[in-house]
């Protein structure tokens, strides 16, 4: 219930303040020792408020990582280079997303199992809704600049060093080493892109 004199909470607010717990507990006790009850004392309200927004258990964990995932959105690079921002999309994505993967690589083997859903239907929860990705965004101004031919670029290779982050992170449970987001833009992505003599390496000069 709520502590007397707190501040009621109503709306986004209240909904954002549920999810932030829920995510909490989940840290704390992953999927098997989530309840409820131990959601509602951390964020200072009843079960009641829960059930009126969600039916049970898993609604809430899938509602709560896909809040998660939504938390950190990261901003699109414009270095004015394709590989530069790649890089960076990269760097940033790792740092930000790298901090779930602990908890997410654990919910793999319980609420994914339990639920018969995978992340992949996480992630459109939480992401289908976009017209576009970092990805397309960096791959259509590379296209405008002439960096890359548009001929060349297959869905698959479109999110491959995205895809390659992921599988990475999940590997190893922490963010890629600057060292693992070079060998992805330079060793595997840039060459499926780019024809042969338009590949910039490192330190390799960026005009077209």
Same mark, same amino acid.
């Given at each position: 219930?709520?502590?007397?004199?707190?501040?009621?909470?109503?709306?986004?607010?209240?909904?954002?303040?549920?999810?932030?717990?829920?995510?909490?507990?989940?840290?704390?006790?992953?999927?098997?020792?989530?309840?409820?009850?131990?959601?509602?004392?951390?964020?200072?309200?009843?079960?009641?408020?829960?059930?009126? +927004?969600?039916?049970?258990?898993?609604?809430?964990?899938?509602?709560?990582?896909?809040?998660? /995932?939504?938390?950190?959105?990261?901003?699109?690079?414009?270095t004015?280079?394709?590989?530069?921002? @790649? /890089?960076?999309?990269?760097?940033?994505?790792?740092?930000t997303?790298?901090?779930?993967?602990?908890?997410?690589?654990?919910?793999?083997?319980?609420?994914?199992?339990?639920?018969?859903?995978?992340?992949?239907?996480?992630?459109? +929860?939480?992401?289908?809704?976009?017209?576009?990705?970092?990805?397309d965004?960096?791959?259509?101004?590379?296209?405008?600049?002439?960096?890359?031919?548009?001929?060349?670029?297959?869905? +698959?290779? +479109?999110?491959?060093?995205?895809?390659?982050?992921?599988?990475?992170?999940?590997?190893?449970?922490?963010?890629?080493?600057?060292?693992?987001?070079?060998?992805?833009?330079?060793?595997?992505?840039?060459?499926?892109?780019? @024809?042969?003599?338009?590949?910039?390496?490192?330190?390799a000069?960026? @005009?077209?």
């Amino acid at each position: 219930m709520n502590l007397p004199g707190a501040r009621r909470r109503r709306g986004k607010e209240l909904e954002d303040a549920l999810l932030d717990a829920a995510w909490q507990q989940l840290e704390q006790d992953g999927y098997a020792g989530f309840t409820l009850e131990a959601v509602a004392e951390r964020a200072g309200t009843s079960r009641p408020v829960l059930y009126r +927004r969600w039916a049970g258990k898993d609604e809430l964990v899938g509602a709560a990582i896909v809040h998660e /995932l939504g938390r950190d959105r990261v901003t699109v690079p414009d270095t004015g280079s394709l590989r530069e921002d @790649t /890089l960076e999309l990269l760097r940033r994505a790792s740092e930000t997303r790298g901090r779930l993967v602990p908890v997410l690589s654990v919910l793999i083997g319980s609420y994914f199992s339990a639920t018969g859903t995978t992340f992949a239907d996480v992630q459109e +929860r939480a992401f289908g809704g976009r017209a576009r990705t970092a990805m397309d965004e960096i791959i259509e101004r590379a296209v405008a600049r002439g960096e890359i031919d548009p001929g060349r670029v297959s869905p +698959r290779v +479109r999110t491959v060093a995205i895809d390659l982050m992921r599988h990475h992170m999940f590997l190893t449970f922490k963010p890629l080493s600057e060292a693992d987001i070079i060998g992805i833009v330079d060793e595997i992505f840039l060459p499926l892109v780019r @024809t042969t003599g338009n590949l910039d390496g490192p330190g390799a000069s960026t @005009t077209t």
